[in-house]
C-alpha cells in the first residue's frame, strides 16, 4: 500500500538560509533571503521536518504579489507539494487583502506552463526577447476570490 505523503508548509525562519539559498535558482544574495524570510516572502514545504519544496514571491510596485520562485526537490515533485505551497500562499495573501496573484514562466517551458493552467492560473501577456537567448516570458494571473 502507498504511503500517503505529509506535507507541513510554512513560512520561512532564518535557520532555512541555507535551504533556501540552494533553492533559488534565480541567485539572489544572502541579504535579499534574510530581508525576504523577515518580509515573510518565502514559503517551505517540509516532509519530516526535512525541507523539500522553495517558493518565493516579489511584489511588483510594492503592491502587486508575484510568484518569482518555485521549486520542489526532485523526488517529491507531482506529489502535490507546488500546489500545497500555492494554497498557503493564496491563504496569506487573501488575509493581506490580495485578490490576484501573478506568476510567469519562460515561453520555450511548456511543463511549467501546464502546471500554471492545471492549478487555475489564466495566461494574461507575454514580453518578447526578455530572457537569455531572446527567449520570452508567458504571464500568469489568479485570482484569489474563494
Not at 21 to 37: E, G, M, T
Request: net charge positive; hydrophobic share 35%.
Amino acid at each position: 500500500m502507498k504511503r500517503m505523503l505529509s506535507v507541513n508548509v510554512r513560512f520561512a525562519e532564518l535557520k532555512d538560509l541555507d535551504f533556501c539559498i540552494k533553492s533559488d535558482y534565480s541567485y539572489v544574495s544572502k541579504n535579499v533571503l534574510r530581508r525576504k524570510i523577515r518580509e515573510k516572502a518565502v514559503i517551505l514545504a517540509e516532509v519530516d521536518g526535512k525541507p523539500i519544496g522553495y517558493l518565493r514571491i516579489e511584489y511588483l510596485w510594492l503592491k502587486i504579489p508575484f510568484l518569482s520562485v518555485i521549486t520542489v526537490e526532485e523526488e517529491y515533485r507531482r506529489k502535490g507539494v507546488g500546489t500545497t505551497m500555492i494554497r498557503f500562499l493564496e491563504q496569506h495573501l487573501r488575509k493581506r487583502g490580495h485578490k490576484i496573484l501573478y506568476s510567469s514562466s519562460q515561453a520555450n517551458e511548456p511543463g511549467p506552463q501546464a502546471w500554471h493552467r492545471k492549478i487555475g492560473f489564466e495566461e494574461c501577456g507575454y514580453i518578447a526577447g526578455i530572457n537569455e537567448g531572446g527567449v520570452g516570458e508567458i504571464f500568469f494571473r489568479k485570482s484569489l476570490n474563494d
